[in-house]
């Protein structure tokens, strides 16, 4: 069978197939995961009180879900130079190792949907040429669930001068996005203090964890994982913007702010390493959207391998977190 099969449909029918097989693993041993509960700048983020089995098919449910916005984002704006598969593939197959899994949904699933959506956003204004009603409002609307998000989770916070970065990098970002930015920020803080007969729960900042203390934290071999497909999904970054240097503008536009905001939520995740469960999901997307490019750059050569080496590598990592070494 040809390898470029695997990057196809063929190959999502199988990252399926073994993630569903690994979530199962999980399941049903004890394995410890991070844990869920978090706070933003005026709340708790709790996880929700259903049942376990409900909540762990609602967070494979919510994994498919992205898999295939991550296809469908590509096949809208060709920002991968082929129609493939095999970056949803991947980053089902990470979602598989990760504790989270076994826990249901929290809020780094949620994160990972913003970055997905804002994405969207950023493509779509530029593929409209940057006109400034396109532009304003994509920014606005990120900036606006960026904010929200972090009245539960401050994590979301740090998305607002990266997605704003990224925008003025892919020259969509203007004195008018600026307004847009700022409005879009301010929007759910105006309207909750504007409601008056809610209590005030008080304002928190948040307490960073350096990555330097994360080897002596609990979930050791999880965080050790994270961090290096971090690492994985930089250095393919490395490789793969020089194979966008001889692509047409749009795709080198695309390219970079997709690298540009891979790397930026990973050095999140070393900023903070107490945040190491919210940041998860967002990593193994953009390390997957790399594996991607690399194979979309050798026409698809290789992709079977890609595959197994992914399956291999999370697959012992599992083993490893199951076991609790």
Known sequence: MRNSAYSGNLGFVIALILMSAMTLMSYFSVIPAPEQESHGFLFAFEPWRIPRPVSVIARWLLIVAISVGMVLVNRRYNFIPTLTTLHASVFMILCAADPGMSRGIGPGILFAVVNLVALFLLFKAFRHGGKPSESASAIFLIALFCSSGSMFQYAFVFLIPLYAICAAMMKIFRFREVGALVIGTATPYWIFFGLKDMSFPGFRLPEFVPFSVAPGMDNAIFMIYVSSLAVIGFLLSMKNIYSLLSSNLQLRMLGR??????????????????????????VYMFTSFQTGYLSGFSRQRGSGWILSITFLFSLTFLILMLNGL
Not at 263 to 282: E, K, Q, T
């Open 257 to 282: 702010g997709m690298i540009l905001t891979g790397i930026g939520v990973s050095a999140l995740f070393m900023i903070d390493a107490s945040l190491v469960a919210v940041f998860a999901v967002a």
